[in-house]
């Protein structure tokens, strides 16, 4: 039994990124997909595909990697709020991530997005995880 699923997920990108893995496969939540979403959208990973040939379902995840230095799109996923301690951000108080460079992932209740678009609908969130 997997308690943390997100956690779970961010382990298998990191892994599969340091395995030089093109691609990599993750059972797939609405969560996890969302996550992916704001990945895709803000550049991180290569593309994605929700494939429901089981009851679950899993996330295709294309990486994206430098094509002359081989160097992957995500440096660093960190995992924030954990089941033992969540992790809530305010308007005031949003995580900066890499000094504005990196983005933090929340769960807000608009749905999951970045710290830059939970503040600029003024609304804050669970910090799920930072990613540079």
Known sequence: MNTDPIADYLTRVRNA????????????????KEITK???????????KFEETTVQGTIKIALKYNPITK??????????????LRQ??????????????GIAILSTSKGVM???????????????????
Do not use: Q, W
Request: aromatic share 6%; hydrophobic share 40%; net charge positive.
């Open 17 to 32: 990124i340091k395995a030089n893995h093109r691609i990599v496969e993750i059972p797939a939540s609405n969560l996890k």
């Open 114 to 132: 970045t710290d830059k678009e939970a503040a600029r609908l003024n609304i804050g969130g669970e910090v799920l995880c930072h990613v540079y």
């Open 71 to 84: 160097i992957p799109a995500i440096r660093t996923l960190a995992r924030i709020s954990k089941p033992g």
């Open 38 to 48: 704001v990945l895709f959208d803000k550049g991180y990973i290569a593309n994605y």
């Open 88 to 101: 809530y951000a305010g308007v005031g108080n949003m995580p900066r991530v890499l000094n504005g460079l």
